[in-house]
């Protein structure tokens, strides 16, 4: 197999992270544009390092990212940077004749009452999610500006639709997390603190579909290789499980044996948002991380890196 140069865009963030650990096991050479070098929402700066470096694919993972409380209160940064870096390096690719681009998006982009499991042509067919629609009409303008140049210029631009991910190098401020994470830091510190009951926001029944990090990324690398349609592509783990249900689990990984308190004064956001993953499943791919395993890799890695985390809002543990 030839070795190739690849740009990941956001290295440094989870998804980031594990495709360029998934391409270096795989030989390819990984490009990487730290934030002090190229800012991502900055256009000049994008289609000068692009053009300088003009790698054989890109695989786009930057983004501005959160889970329910973070999208619901920063609305005009998820949408701007998000949208600035979308249309960045979209744009910069096609300027400097990068023909091969794999753009990740979310299953936010679907309507909050679209068919379940979601389908990839359940796209743009009502209304979204208000918690994260910012973010959703942003990911949808990416795979719409994919499709565009495809189109018009013939460039051979995917895009990927992962459901709610986790894994190493997840993020665990509580103030910008996503549910997982927060419930290892919140269950890991009740139970270093002897505390007896964790806060668990909303009702508990929303239902969430959850992939680990490095699975997603064989799905994408898979993707590169395999997959060349105008039409998105899903990916996800094919199973949901109740966020009452994911914070038994996620207790029991960390060993808390507390009480969970439902906090119903914060939002549920979309009732259930599990993806249909036939076409990616009949091409070949397929998870191979259990939720379990998942978990239990998350804590260690959480443990192993807990005195580096930014921390900044404090203990979680009233
Ligand atoms: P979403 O899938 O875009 O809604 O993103 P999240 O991962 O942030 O939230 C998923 C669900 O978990 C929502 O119903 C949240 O209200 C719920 N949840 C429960 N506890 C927490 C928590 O501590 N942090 C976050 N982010 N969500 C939580």
Sequence with gaps: MTRRRIWVAGHKGMVGSALTRCLEKRGDEVLKA?????????????????KQN???????????????YANDTFPAEFIYDNLAIETNIIHSAHAADVNRLVFLGSSCIYPKFAPQPIKEESLLTGPLEPTNEWYAIAKIAGIKLCQAYRKQYGRRYISVMPCNLYGTHDNFDLTTSHVLPALIRKFHEAKIAG??????????????????VDDLARGVVFCLDNYDEYQHINCGAGSEISIAGLARTVARAVGFNGELVFDTTKPDGTPRKLMDSSRILELGWKPEISLEEGIADSYRWFLAHEEDLPMRYGKSVA
């Design 34 to 50: 730290d934030r002090s070098v190229v800012d991502l929402r900055n256009q000049i700066a994008v289609e000068v390092w692009l």
């Design 195 to 212: 505390g007896k009951r964790v806060v668990v926001w909303g009702t508990g029944a929303p239902l969430r579909e959850f992939l680990h």
């Design 54 to 68: 003009r790698p054989d694919a890109i695989l786009f993972a930057a983004a501005k990212v959160g889970g329910i």
